[in-house]
DNA sequence: AATGAACACAACCGCCATATC
DNA sequence: TGATATGGCGGTTGTGTTCAT
């Protein structure tokens, strides 16, 4: 007998997700602590299977999740960790505090490969290349047969002649200079990608840091994401009665998330008892009183001034 | 201004390991 | 002890954005 499916396919919702599920998601947990993923979509009203729902909150939602480019101390010990672990994303991430397997793997991708690639470095043996070897991202896979198959029939994804852009010439980036970064790009024809100022629904960018991108913001803003509760639920929901310019203000009081950790003295790994205990801190009254005296972050100010 | 190419990254998929019954 | 459920991992794809033409 097969394993069933990890959720049942029909009526599930795929693709981005909103962030009207975003505030579902967080909403549950924050109240419930993270419990079986499988059954949280239905318990928290989301049409997701568990395992998205898993992904977006720990790739994504999570509050101790370090977002914007990795710095060069990062990067450096990205291509260490990957040279002594391989593609193991998951180990490599739990090197770097905050950092995603996903979001490592992504930049190992995108950014350090060719960095790497240029350098006259293999990105899997982390050897010198030398000239009359050939060099494979990744040896030739059927998949990747069976896409060479589909460009010649047409019926390719548009972003398969990707996979075939090795040609890039990008050099080691002065990584805080993006007005460097936008020269040096000019000058080798590569896109500029992380130079945007982004203007989608979901990012907002700050200068706090030198670099423009370093302090991207999950951009739900807290009087979206902290919905009150309808006033029947428990002592959790303290801002049920409060219109919502109310709880605005009251949102001044949260601690910064990028501080999270160190604030409340927590372990990256959290348990559901920390989530609790933490949650416990965040929603009472009293502390929130305590919290009166400290300085909100420059970069919840500004996303509060929106 | 329109269009296609190039790109970054969020999200998905399938497999594997472990836990539970 | 085997079957099943669940979570985690790595590879891959899809989508939105920016840039060049």
Known sequence: MGRQPCCDKNGVKKGPWSSEEDKKLINFILNNGQCCWRSLPKLAGLLRCGKSCR?????YLRPDVKRGLLSEYEE???IDLHAQL???WSKIASHLSGRTDNEIKNHWNTHIKK??????IDPITHKPITSDQPTYDQPPSQKDFNRQENENTGTCPKNIKTTTTATTTTVAMPSSETNLDRQENKNVGTCPRHIKTTTTTTVVTTQSETNL???KIPLIPPTEILIPYESTTSSTSSFSSQSSNMILEDLKFLPNFDNWQSDFNMEINWTNDDFSSTLDYLLNDDDISDMNNTTISQDWSQVLEV
Do not use: C, E, H, P
Not at 55 to 59: A, E, G, Q, S, Y
Not at 115 to 120: C, D, E, S, T, V
């Open 76 to 78: 450096k010990m990205v």
């Open 86 to 88: 391989g593609n193991r």
């Open 115 to 120: 960095k790497l690639k240029k350098m006259g």
């Open 213 to 215: 991108d370093r302090q």
């Open 55 to 59: 992904l977006r909150w720990t790739n």
